[in-house]
């Protein structure tokens, strides 16, 4: 079976700073959180889950990474898109 996952990075920063839209963001993904690691050296966290705005990923393959573009009207948070990483880091 076919599974739409994937990863991406949000800054320790942002998470404190504005945790209320990092939850509207979550959720405009629609996402599924499946693991969440904490990485010192870089003050994110890498967050793995699923998403209907991912791609799909064949069984046993690596999920790849997104950038997630934000797009906000009126200071208030529209959409979230999903665009496959050219980088992991």
């Known amino acids: ?3 739409r996952i994937g990863r991406f990075y949000v800054s320790s920063q ?3 700073e504005r945790h209320e839209e990092v939850a509207d963001i979550l959720s405009l993904l629609r996402f599924v959180l499946f693991r969440v ?3 010192y ?3 994110r ?3 793995e889950g699923m998403s209907e705005k991912f791609a799909e990923v064949e069984e046993n393959q690596v999920a790849p990474f ?3 573009e934000i797009t906000k009207l009126n200071n208030k948070l529209v959409e979230v ?3 496959k990483s050219n980088s992991q880091f």
Do not use: P, Q
């Open 45 to 47: 966290f890498l967050m």
């Open 1 to 3: 079976m076919n599974m």
């Open 81 to 83: 898109m999903a665009v």
């Open 37 to 39: 690691e904490y990485l």
């Open 41 to 43: 050296r870089s003050s």
């Open 14 to 16: 942002f998470t404190r």
């Open 66 to 68: 997104y950038d997630l």
